[in-house]
């Protein structure tokens, strides 16, 4: 986990991490979120696939180490 929040706050560095609605509060806009996409394949070596990027992934440093956890785990 410490690496996608290591990610988060090079792209926000005033981004609580700890929240749990990141997507849904519009707290990281699209730009944002693309970047942090770009990042998470880069960090992690695996490809996000658009069905993927949903709010419901994205809204939480946990949701997302679980997507990339499950993606990892697919390949």
């Known amino acids: 986990m410490e690496t996608i929040i290591e990610i988060l706050q090079e792209i926000q560095p005033d981004l609580d991490c700890t929240r749990e609605d990141l997507i849904d509060g519009h707290l990281l806009d699209s730009l944002a979120i693309l ?6 394949e880069d960090a992690f070596d695996l490809m996000i696939p658009a069905v993927e990027i949903t709010p419901d992934n994205f809204n939480s440093v946990k949701r997302m180490k679980a997507m990339v956890d ?5 390949e």
């Open 35 to 40: 970047s942090l996409v770009a990042e998470l």
């Open 70 to 74: 499950r993606l990892l785990e697919e």
